[in-house]
């Protein structure tokens, strides 16, 4: 069996500089996801920020099938030529999960050509989720809706694409809603979004929202990795239209103008 190469990358700060936060993750938050999907058919690394090479040297990249992405202070620092290496790579077929307030990062933006703009509130409240897309994979094994007692909330409206399909839209105990899970494909590669995740809430160890994760890195693995590629090719017949006037769809046109 093919293992599915899965990386997670972690800004890995908070967890350093935060006790609360560190407390809850003390392994990271990208060792708590790797513990928490661990499974026969997976072969997982981690991958920080503060790693060599942002944690993502090339070879990490071109041996990854399906990346999952958590950051928040730190999206500034993360390199230009890092992001643009990793939307090629998603072009070329790699997954790419983003997670929580990876809404903000520079990968985010450039996958989905939006700002990711949204509303914030750190209450401690009660989150449910929906599941509207109960056939698609990554809701299998997840109930109508599912809650979690304490969540960051992330409100609407969402400066997403208008083409992306929603998975899950979440209620918040103050009122707001959100699209908290969505999907999108970019070149040969897909892309989901995840909204739970905060890092001073224990939602990484909830078992439905692992098994959201589990599931989005099952269908983003690549179907295959292939180069976008701009080729000029050679005509399948011959084309005996030439000069001005573009003929008419089906007819033959002469050079003379006259019809065969
Ligand atoms: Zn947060």
Not at 99 to 127: D, P, Y
Not at 202 to 214: A, C, E, P, S, T
Request: contains cysteine; hydrophobic residues 40%; negative net charge.
């Amino acid at each position: 069996m093919n293992k599915i190469k899965v990386t997670i990358w972690n800004e890995f700060r908070h967890e350093k500089q935060m006790e609360e936060v560190r407390k809850i993750y003390p392994e990271g938050i990208h060792g708590a996801i790797a513990q928490g999907i661990a499974a026969d058919d997976l072969e997982i690394r981690l991958a920080a920020l503060d790693d060599p090479e942002q944690g993502l040297p090339d070879e990490v990249i071109a041996s990854t099938d399906v990346l999952i992405w958590w950051g928040h202070c730190a999206h500034g620092e993360v390199r230009d030529e890092l992001v643009a290496k990793v939307l090629k790579r998603v072009q070329e077929g790699m997954g790419l999960i983003v997670l929580h307030s990876g809404h903000a990062s520079k990968i985010f933006k450039a996958v989905t050509g939006c700002s990711g703009a949204l509303k914030w509130r750190e209450a401690e409240e009660k989150e449910r989720l929906w599941n509207i897309a109960p056939t698609h994979p990554i809701t299998q094994g997840i109930d109508e809706y599912f809650e979690l007692p304490h969540e960051e909330m992330y409100g609407e409206r969402f400066d997403i694409p208008k083409t992306a399909e929603t998975i899950f839209i979440s209620w918040f105990e103050g009122g707001n809603v959100f699209r908290s899970g969505f999907t999108l494909e970019r070149g040969y590669g897909k892309f989901f979004y995840f909204q739970p995740g905060h890092e001073t809430y224990r939602n990484f160890y909830d078992k439905n929202v692992l098994k959201v994760i589990g599931n989005a890195v099952r269908w983003a693995k690549p179907v295959f990795l292939r180069e976008m590629a701009f080729p000029m090719v050679p005509a399948l017949e011959e084309i005996r239209s030439t000069g001005f006037g573009a003929p008419k769809a089906g007819i033959i046109q002469n050079i003379d103008g006259s019809n065969k």
